[in-house]
């Protein structure tokens, strides 16, 4: 009987040892998943359309919208978008996404030391980042492969009143803003312009036999970018116009070189472009052609990307056009305000309030911030790229950060103090953070339950708590 009761004491020790034994101490000895392949794919994702749905995707299986791993050690388990999900999609576009995987198998298999492109192979799309927040747990960014596709045809072609030969047409939606036009006489071609970058075009000076003609125009990519991802469309047909032969060209006007006076509007030399006049002279400064503003140089040369006027920061896309509204460039995200000035400070888009660095002196000027940030003498905090929600939006309500709770009030400030919250009290110190048990405040004592809540009405420990909160002696 001695010799039982000795058996059972020592099978209680180690049974408490085993217990008392950390987690990631038992992780140690599991299998390391030494590299990580996420095979993705966006199969339904159309241009001009929004990002579908993360629950719309498949986990385990390789078609139509899918995120999967194909492994046996680690599983897809949660996915949440980077990328705005009412963003409109454009050729070209790569969507950012959250992936989190975890161990299939803790007790087997666990995420050790550090996962980069070297050892997170992205199937279907390209490595951004990557975090370890548990042993059985690894969370993954990426971007979707840039979204292919065939140019929208121009909406209609017609013969303009400006003149004979005046060809004319509308873009069509998502435009890339580059055109190919044909001229014909018959079916035979006569004249052939390619990647302009205009909607119009003067073929009179090819128009030198009597006859009917047509043009055919058709959306081509306009820059080696669009190339890579973009079709050209389908033609767009004129109607037919008659040329009599007292109204034939005589063909002066063919064949000039940029700098003559034989092409007018738009003009280009090698990789830059022009705007011409009639007279002969070049537009050097702001011009807003088809509802499109457009900038030009002292040289007369039109502005791609970056460009400060009056104090103010513009961004021009690879169409020369002026851009509104959001951009990334480089690693950072920028905000334009309607009529082109780059914004700083709180800029409020869809809804949500971002912040963007308001001086060069501070880090990136214009740059969309992230995490916590001071501003007026309050604190905010912006959704990071890692977290759930919008990209550097800014938090309302309870968020856990880094292991503490915040409140943050309607207007992102964040709480400090009493916090009145679905009719009960909470408190937060000086630096925000809530907090429970025993706390004395302005004299009197109070206790908060470990979810924060203050308790009313109730025993503590042996001391009474009132309606109020409040513990007396």
């Known amino acids: 009987m001695k010799y039982f009761r000795k058996l059972v004491a020592w099978a ?80 070209g576009s790569k969507p950012k996404m959250k992936v989190t995987l975890r161990a299939i198998d803790s007790d087997e298999y666990a995420f050790k030391g550090g996962y980069n492109s070297g050892n997170v192979s992205i199937k279907g799309g390209d490595y951004v980042t990557s975090s370890r927040s548990r042993a059985d747990t690894l969370s993954v960014t990426f971007t979707f492969n840039p979204l292919k596709g065939t140019y929208n045809s121009p909406e209609s072609a017609y013969w303009g009143d400006s003149g004979i030969g005046d060809a004319e047409w509308s873009e069509g939606e ?38 009917s003609y047509i043009f055919k125009v058709r959306t081509t990519p306009g820059t080696e970018t669009e190339k890579k991802y973009g079709k050209k469309s389908e033609w767009t047909e004129s109607d037919e116009a008659y040329l009599t032969e007292e109204n034939v060209s005589d063909g002066s006007g063919q064949n000039g070189p940029w700098n003559s006076n034989s092409e007018v509007g738009w003009i280009r030399d090698g990789n830059t472009w022009y705007y011409k006049y009639p007279d002969g002279t070049y537009q050097k400064s702001w011009l807003n052609i088809n509802n499109k503003w457009y900038m030009f140089n002292s040289n007369g040369m039109m502005v791609i990307g970056w460009k400060q006027s009056n104090d103010h920061w513009y961004y021009f896309n690879s169409n020369g056009a002026l851009v509104t509204g959001w951009i990334v460039s480089g690693n950072n995200w920028y905000y334009f305000n309607a009529n082109g000035p780059m914004a700083t400070g709180w800029v409020k888009s869809n809804n949500r309030w971002y912040y963007l660095n308001p001086s060069a002196a501070t880090g990136v000027e214009g740059a969309m911030e992230t995490g916590w940030i001071i501003s007026n003498n309050h604190w905010y905090y912006l959704n990071s790229s890692l977290d759930t929600g919008v990209e550097g939006s800014m938090h309302t309500g309870w968020r856990q950060i880094n292991g503490n709770w915040y409140y943050f009030n309607a207007n992102g400030s964040m709480a400090t103090g009493g916090v009145f919250y679905n009719n009960k009290w909470y408190y937060t110190d000086f630096a925000g953070a809530m907090q429970s048990g025993w706390k004395q405040i302005n004299e009197n004592w109070y206790y908060f339950n470990s979810d924060g809540a203050m308790a009313v009405n109730t025993i503590i420990n042996g001391f009474f708590i009132n309606e109020d909160g409040t513990w007396y002696k």
Do not use: H, Q
């Open 12 to 91: 209680s020790v180690i049974t408490v040892l085993w217990i008392s034994i950390p987690l990631e101490s038992l992780a140690a000895s599991s299998k390391t998943i030494s590299s990580v392949t996420i095979y993705v794919g966006l199969e339904d994702l159309e241009e001009g359309k929004t990002l579908p749905s993360e629950v719309s995707f498949k986990k385990t299986e390789k078609s139509g919208n899918y995120v999967c791993s194909n492994n046996s050690m680690y599983e897809v388990t949660d996915l949440n978008w980077i990328t705005s999900d009412n963003k409109e999609m454009v050729i």
């Open 174 to 211: 998502y435009s890339s803003g580059a055109y190919d036009v044909y001229l014909y006489r018959g079916n035979t071609i006569i004249k052939k312009v390619e990647s302009l970058k205009k909607t119009s075009y003067d073929f009179y000076p090819y128009m030198t036999k009597a006859g």
